[in-house]
Every structure is written in C-alpha cells, then in structure tokens.
C-alpha cells in the first residue's frame, strides 16, 4: 500500500508560472490514493483555475472567495488541523514572507497560520529573488521552525535569466512530501544501506562485464526504506532510474567499489540487492584492445564476495557492523535448495530467493516473485507482486528483526 494511501494532503498554490506544475504534482498524488484539498491564492488564480485542479483530484479547489463564505471557519482551521501535511508548490518569495513573519491575508496564509501539521514548502522564483537577503533571512526563519523545504533547483528562469529559483520538479517534490509522511515510520532513528543494480567489471578502458539487473528491485527497496522514515545510503551501480528523495547515494561500478564503500558504513541494515560479479578479468588492459591484435584471452579471476566479507568482520554478531543482513539469490534451478544454501553460507538473517528463469519476475520487469527464507527456519512465500511491493514485504521483515 502507497504510504500517501488514505493521507490527506493540502496543496497551496501561489502565484509563479510554476503554478501549472502545481496540477501535475496534484494528479500525482491523487493517483497514489491521497485525498488532496487544493488551495490557490488570488495570484495563483491568475496563471491556472480552481477548474484544473479539481479535474485532477475530483474534489473542490478552494479560494479566497471561500475565506468569506459559510464555511471559512470549518475551512482554515480544520483543514490544517486534520491534514497529515501541508504542501505549497509553487511557493513564491512573496507567500514565504508571509509566513515567516505570521502575516495571514488569503485563506491559504490564514491556514497555514492555523496549521498543526507539518509544513512543505517548494520556492519558486525570479533570478536575485531567491539569493536576496530579505529572502534568505525568511528562509533560515522558516527552517528554524521546522518548515520542510523543497529546492528551489537552479536552472532556466521565466525572465530568461538562469539562476536559483525554478520549482524543483513534481515528481521530486512528491519524494520530499514521502518522506516527511515517512518521517515516524517504523525505521525511524534507523540506518538502511541498499545495494542495487549489476556491477561493471572492466576489461578495457571501454568494455566492461556486466549483467541484466536494472537496479528496480534495489531502487524501490530504499524507496520503501524512506518511506518507513530511516536513514538510507544507496550503493548504486549506473542504472537508467533515479535515486529516491532523501537517499544519500554512492555512486560505484565494480564490486571492489562496492565492497570499498560498504567498509567504511556501518548501518542497522544491509540489504544487498545488487547483482554483484562473481568474476573479473584478471587483468584490466590499460589501453583500448584493438581488433588488429586479434580476438582477445580474457582470463577471470573469482571477485570478493561482498556478503561474505562483511559478514565475517567481527566475530561476535552484536560486532558486526550491519546488525540485520539481507541477501537476494537470483537462481535458475533448485531455488530453494540454493538460497538456503546462501543464507547460511553468507550469515544473513534472511533471503530474498528469486526465479530469473520466469519472465514476470527478476531482472528487468516491474514486478517479482520471491520466496523468503528467514535464518530461524521460517519460509514465506510472496505472490506476484510489483517490486515496491516487495520491497515493503521485505521492509517490514527487516523492521521487525530490528525492534
Ligand atoms: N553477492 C555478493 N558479492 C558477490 C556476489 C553476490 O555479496 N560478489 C550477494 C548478492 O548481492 C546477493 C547474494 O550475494 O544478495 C547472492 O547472490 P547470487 O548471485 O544469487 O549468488 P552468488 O553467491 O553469487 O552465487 P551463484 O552466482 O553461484 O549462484
């Protein structure tokens, strides 16, 4: 289930050319399940309609005519007192002041005002308005009270100029308002580390060994992660997908490099989803082999197993620097028989065991089919299921084995 399923969200919008973003970021949330009550302040009325939001959430949009009718009461001082968040995307530097300073004119300002929910917010903005001193001063106000805050990216301004000020878009403003619904998850005060994605092995200084892992298994684990409120590091191989809002990333190619970046983390949780190399090129050739010299002998060597290496480092469980270690087992026969085998061979605490020989699961496509295997004995087998699915199956597990 989305964590946005069933929250209720209020979106104000204010007067930026950005304001047509706005409907995109509410159709988003929408489709994830959220109810969301859409707020548009007078200017915002000028650049899109109330009409546009409420095609997209199939709810009213409110204005500030509404701050004057029957139910202005119910309205600014309910809706942000039973809403899990307020959200103003685009935020311009003139409603940021607004609220810096508890200036509540528009019925969006007056219900900020009267919020007891969290506040996001995603400034948008002309070139020298953002780096003005007025507005950073607002800025570091609003962030001393707790004010979440979005962007702004830097990039093409309306006025053509190129500075800090465009709304960072919806689809990454949808990953902060994840993560602040997340914020007192089950994994909060907790540390994930997700590996994801099929190692590159060298041969030359253009060729490279690699494998069919597109990296969404890992991806939506630590999406899932951030979702339960932990704090997630992402070891990521190059993959075509972009790393959740709020993850810490280390980007690497080898499994050398990953191995490296993980001896210097410690976590509560280690989920190793990536398709690490069994082998490697014994020899990296420095230069370009070229097809004059004929076809080349590449001899391989075995590369570190990354499980195994950091499972044995500190003797004692309570010294193991990954208090809960998850493996995958990616198998084309016996899977049962060999992610058992994986489990206690590698010292984890459980086992994603994966059939990449069934075309609706494993490398590639959206969805799998697992079968957990827990080091108490215990199996649980999954049914098909999307792979953010799975990744909040296997969350789950993984907060449990920590509580
Ligand atoms: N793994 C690892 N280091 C490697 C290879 C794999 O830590 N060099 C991890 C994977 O990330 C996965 C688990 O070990 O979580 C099992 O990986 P898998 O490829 O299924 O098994 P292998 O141990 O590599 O054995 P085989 O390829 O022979 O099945």
Redesign the pocket.
């Known amino acids: 289930m989305s964590i946005l399923s069933g929250k209720h969200i209020l979106l104000g919008v204010t007067g930026s050319i950005a304001a047509y973003k706005a409907a995109d970021l509410a159709s988003k949330l929408t489709q994830a399940s959220a109810k969301v009550d859409v707020l548009l302040t007078g200017a915002a009325e000028k650049f899109v309609t109330p009409l546009t939001f409420q095609s997209v959430t199939g709810r009213r949009a409110y204005t500030d005519s509404d701050l004057w009718g029957n139910e202005a009461h119910v309205l600014h001082v309910s809706f942000g007192k039973t809403a899990d968040l307020l959200v103003i995307a685009p935020c311009t530097a003139d409603t940021m002041a607004k609220l810096a300073h508890g200036i509540a004119d528009n019925l969006l300002t007056v219900t900020a005002l009267a919020a007891t929910c969290p506040i996001l917010i995603a400034p948008a903005m002309d070139g020298g308005m953002f780096d003005h001193p007025a507005t950073q001063e607002n800025l570091s106000t609003l962030l001393s009270r707790g004010v979440l805050v979005a962007g702004p990216a830097s990039g093409h301004l309306a006025s053509g100029l190129l500075g800090k000020g465009r709304m960072v878009e919806p689809a990454e403003v949808f990953g902060y308002i994840r993560k602040a619904l997340g914020k007192n998850g089950k994994l909060a005060g907790k540390k994930v580390i997700v ?1 994801a994605g099929g ?1 590159q092995e060298a041969i030359d200084p253009v060729r490279v060994i690699s494998n069919h892992s597109s990296g969404k298994q890992g991806y939506a684990l630590a999406q899932a992660a951030l979702d339960e409120g932990a704090e997630v590091c992402l070891i990521t191989t190059p993959t075509a997908l972009t790393p959740p809002v709020g993850a810490s990333v280390i980007n690497v190619k080898s ?1 050398q490099e ?2 490296d970046a993980l001896m210097n983390e410690s976590a509560d949780a280690l989920i ?7 082998f490697r090129p014994k020899i990296v050739a420095k230069e370009k082999m070229k097809k004059r010299d004929g076809i080349p002998q590449i001899e391989l060597e075995a ?8 499972s044995t480092v500190g003797a004692a469980r309570s010294e193991r620097r990954f208090k809960v270690m ?6 084309s026969q016996s899977l049962l028989e ?2 058992g085998e ?1 489990l206690k ?2 010292g ?1 605490d459980f ?1 994603a065991a ?1 059939d990449i020989s069934a075309k609706d699961a494993g490398f590639g496509v959206d969805t799998n089919r697992i079968t957990l295997l827990f080091a108490n004995g215990t199996k649980e087998n999954l049914p098909l299921i999307s792979k953010s699915e799975a990744a909040e199956k296997i969350i789950e597990h993984v907060a449990r084995l920590l509580e």
Do not use: C, H, Q
């Open positions: 590996t190692t499994v990953m191995l190793m989803a990536a398709a690490a190399a069994d590369a570190p197993d990354i499980l195994r290496t950091v998850v493996g995958f087992a990616a198998e060999n992610a994986k061979s590698k984890l086992i994966n």
